[in-house]
């Protein structure tokens, strides 16, 4: 019997485009045989629009965005049921592949818990966590896991004193630094600074983004992440680097998604000491957000051999080209395979969570 999968794309977030291309790829990579898949578009304004069982793969990202000449409320969706004479028309599971706010940040997730429907990597609390950088560095502190020092800001703060702001990132951080919105991927909205003139700059830049940013001490280190897969027990893929070129600032999106400016080597070059040290603190920090599924740990290691945790993604980058799925294809698990792992975990996890009591 084949398992019903929506796949919930799109949405109201800086990063619908990225998300768009997530589906495609995924899309192409299922099994018709194993699965019969929903697509369940979220347009830029919010709108969800179900589109027809796929037949046949789409062929572009155009094919996957659907008018929206009728709109349907997210309340819509409803868990397959056990009946095999009923005509429900629900999902077995749902696999959102949402970057961003509305969709990365525990607000779906927080729907589908409502729904009783299983679905797809991570919970609430560690979605909104991982998707808040403050809350994040914070909770990462408390587990004892050593980062770059670092500051916030929510809007008003910083246009009641925006000298005694600047003043506080010098004492307290330095330059240079990263200036980024708290809550976003993709490098959306981030910006290097070396003086107060270009720092000014960069905090008008991610205010457009949210309305709290985090400052973050620049460090000279290397970028090397982990994919990390499962659920109460997690295990770490092989290490990759990201490797900008020399007249390069840093990995930002035009150089994720459309420059270039950047090279992956997996595995990358790091001793086995290092890779275990790494790949402790890779779980460490999945275990401390509770997270479940997939997670993509990011760090950095400096030429002295100090590590510092940058931060997670509890959506990472998921076409077979992202860092994510290839770190996984050279640990041994290929893109399809990969895919159907995250359809078992999620429903693994939704089958414990029935075993809670509600009531005395």
């Not at 919970?123 to 914070?138: F, Q, T």
Request: hydrophobic content about 40%.
């Amino acid at each position: 019997m084949k398992t019903k999968l929506g796949l919930l794309y799109g949405g109201k977030s800086a990063e619908h485009d990225v998300s768009m291309q997530t589906a495609l790829a995924v899309i192409k990579a299922l099994d018709l045989a194993k699965f019969d898949i929903y697509p369940i578009y979220i347009t830029k304004e919010g709108s969800w629009i179900n589109g027809p069982k796929l037949t046949a793969p789409a062929e572009n990202v155009a094919a996957l965005t659907f008018l929206p000449e009728k709109t349907t409320s997210p309340l819509a969706l409803q868990a397959h049921s056990t009946d095999e004479n009923s005509e429900s028309t629900g999902y077995d599971v749902i696999f959102p592949l949402l970057h961003g706010p509305n969709g990365e940040d525990g607000t779906v997730q927080g729907m589908l818990e409502l729904l009783n429907l299983p679905y797809v990597g991570n919970g609430v609390l560690a979605s909104s966590a991982g998707m808040d950088k403050v809350i994040m560095k914070n909770i990462f502190a408390q587990a004892g896991l050593p980062q770059v020092k670092y500051t916030w800001f929510i809007r008003s703060e910083w246009e009641a004193d925006k000298e005694a702001g600047i003043k506080k990132v010098e004492d307290e951080i330095g330059y240079p630094c990263f200036v980024k919105p708290a809550n976003l991927g993709s490098s959306v909205g981030i910006s290097k600074c070396d003086d107060a003139q270009s720092l000014e700059k960069a905090v008008a830049e991610a205010f457009q983004f949210d309305r709290k940013i985090i400052i973050e001490e620049g460090v000279i280190a290397r970028e090397v992440e982990f994919g990390i897969l499962g659920n109460d027990d997690p295990t770490c893929s092989v290490a990759g680097e990201i490797i900008p070129k020399k007249d390069f600032a840093f990995y930002d999106y035009s150089a994720k998604y459309e420059d270039g400016n950047s090279a992956m080597v997996i595995p990358a070059e790091i001793s086995e000491s290092e890779y275990a040290a790494l790949s402790d603190m890779a779980i460490r920090a999945f275990k401390s957000l509770d997270c479940s599924g997939l997670v993509r740990a990011d760090f950095f290691l400096t030429k002295d051999g100090e590590i510092y945790i940058n931060e997670v993604n509890t959506m990472p980058g998921f076409t077979p080209y992202s860092m994510f799925p290839l770190l996984w294809k050279h640990t041994g698990v290929d893109y399809p395979a990969l895919i159907e792992k995250l359809v078992k975990l999620a429903l693994e996890r939704h089958q414990e969570k029935q075993q809670i009591k509600y009531t005395v």
